[in-house]
């Protein structure tokens, strides 16, 4: 079950997050910036046989203008990789983009197979594409 994450989820998402983050293919967050990501974030829930309910899954959209936004922090539970958890929490976050009239979505990702099959690929249609220069070093937890 996909809903629109909470306040109240950004433990759980942080603690989803973090195996992501050492490894370096996530950059780190704070709470209050996991907390902020909600407002426009999706959580992919699991329930146990009691009826718990697990966050397996996170992802974010950023919007930065009617223009552009990004596709961030997405993070699926290696238990639910390859079922769909994922491509259905990026389809939620491009709903809300459609949603709020936005023109185009970034990712940066070191999963490109992945994102290319949710229908990005690495230029736009009129041949845009993004460079990058790293001013700082990414931060380990």
Known sequence: MIRQALPSDADAIHVL?????????????????????TRHGFVAISKSENDQERVVGFSAIEIYSTKLAELQCLAVHTRFQGSGVGKALVQHCVQRAKDLNVMEIL????SEAFLKNCGFDYALPDQKKALFCQLRPRIHI
Do not use: D, G, K, N
Not at 18 to 23: F, G
Not at 107 to 110: D, E, K, L, P, R
């Open 17 to 37: 997050m973090r195996p992501y983050v050492m490894q370096r293919l996530l950059l780190s967050r704070t709470e209050a910036e996991i907390i902020e990501l």
């Open 107 to 110: 990712a940066i990702s070191s």
